[in-house]
């Protein structure tokens, strides 16, 4: 300071020698002093932005990691440097503003409170670039992968930037920023009212990545919503559902919190997909069997293989109906069949029976869990059963169709 002041008092003498007043002198040499240091100042952002960034631009691209491409990219090295100059302009200013260590000067205060706003707000975008960065990162890492990082990421970008807008209120009524923090928790309830959906879905967003519930790429439905698709954003307030039509839908995320929803991410890492289909059989058609029928399905190609290992494997099949040796073939069959995920439950059962006749489920996993695959495996599996069922001296029953009534003559 004592040698910025001798700066100041030797322009002050250069112009009175030159013949100017006092008072002038000192107006002179105060905005002398101001171009001066805007000089110094230009030139320091000069070097920054033309030498020290193309320094780092060149050793960036030599290197092989990934992440400081990514923090060059995002240009937070140039954030960086942007809060370089309103710094160093706020030291030198008050060589250009001596009378204003008394306080009194309101060119200065102005300048000064300028340059500390625009301070604050080069750091507050500084800070969310670099969150930005840090969350690309950790989404780039496969035990993150698809997790709802972004509304964490969000919540963290408000809160720097509430900090930074509680700083700036600071310095423009000249108080420290405790006293308007005790200013704002005056207004906490009004506050939670105007954030409500900000804080349940911090709160969401943390409930679900920390117990896994979702992440992006699920499928998921909820029932009472009418939602059924595939989550592709987890934000701070919403997140976003396409639905199988292409419709995207977005719902709160406290939603998925307090109400019911089904995640089929589970039945993707799991192999094995549901299928649960079941036809009435006509109860007059079901029958015990003779050698004879034996001896008739052994000789017919579509059941020949499944006869014959049923009775190799057990012998009692002459005292079984028609149904119990047709629900063993289907058994047999689902157990063979290549599609099928055999790993895990393959049943036919019998349901109970009603007016409609009496219900053959069959029960399996397809082992293929795409959707288009899945019912295709399950149409192969169904027409199998309706077309086998008469070899067996089965009627699948259905309701009576128009050609089937009886017509008055």
């Not at 260590?101 to 200065?108: A, K, N, P, S, V």
């Not at 939670?192 to 992440?215: C, E, P, T, W």
């Not at 157990?335 to 007016?355: A, D, E, F, G």
Request: charged residues 20%.
């Amino acid at each position: 300071m004592e040698q910025s002041n001798a700066f100041v008092e030797w322009i002050h003498s250069l112009l009175v020698w030159m013949g100017l007043s006092s008072e002038s002198a000192d107006t002179a040499d105060r905005w002398i002093s101001a171009l001066v240091i805007l000089l110094i100042v230009a030139i320091v952002d000069l070097i920054i932005r033309w030498g020290v960034l193309r320094l780092v631009r060149n050793f960036v691209k030599r290197t092989k990691a990934t992440w400081d491409d990514l923090i060059f990219d995002r240009k937070v090295i140039n954030k960086f440097c942007r809060i370089i100059t309103p710094v160093l302009l706020l030291q030198l200013i008050p060589i250009a503003f001596p009378i204003a260590q008394h306080g009194d000067d309101f060119l200065f205060i102005l300048i000064s409170r300028l340059l500390r706003i625009y301070i604050v707000i080069c750091c507050v975008r500084f800070i969310n670039s670099v969150v930005t960065v840090a969350f690309e990162l950790a989404e780039k890492r496969p035990a993150l992968h698809g997790k709802p990082l972004k509304g964490l990421m969000q919540t963290v970008k408000v809160i720097v930037i509430c900090i930074g807008v509680i700083l700036v209120g600071s310095i423009l009524i000249d108080e420290s920023p405790a006293i308007l923090l005790t200013g704002i928790g005056a207004s906490a309830a009004v506050l939670m009212l105007v954030f409500k959906d900000s804080i349940l879905g911090l709160v969401a967003g943390v409930q679900l990545s920390a117990n896994n519930m979702l992440k992006v790429g699920d499928w998921i439905s909820v029932p009472s919503r009418g939602i059924d698709g595939v989550v592709e954003e987890v934000a701070l307030t919403t997140v976003k559902i396409r639905g199988w039509d292409n419709v995207c839908q977005s719902i709160p995320p406290y939603l998925l919190i307090s109400e019911p929803f089904d995640n089929w991410q589970a039945m993707f890492d799991s192999g094995g997909r549901r299928v649960k289909r079941s036809l009435n059989i006509d109860m007059t058609s079901v029958n015990f069997v003779t050698p004879t029928f034996i001896e008739s399905l052994q000789q017919n190609g579509a059941t020949q293989t499944m006869i014959n290992e049923e009775m190799q494997a057990n012998d009692d099949t002459y005292s079984l109906t028609n149904l119990d040796l047709f629900m063993r073939c289907l058994n047999r069959y689902l157990q063979s069949h290549h599609k099928v995920n055999h790993k895990m439950l393959v049943l036919v059962r019998q349901l109970q029976p009603s007016q409609w006749g009496l219900p053959i489920e069959l029960y399996f996993f397809s082992a293929d869990t795409r959707w288009v695959n899945y019912e295709q495996l399950q149409a192969e599996v169904i027409s199998h059963v309706v077309a086998l069922a008469p070899f067996f001296g089965l009627k699948i029953y259905q309701a009576p169709a128009s050609f089937e009534l009886p017509r008055n003559k």
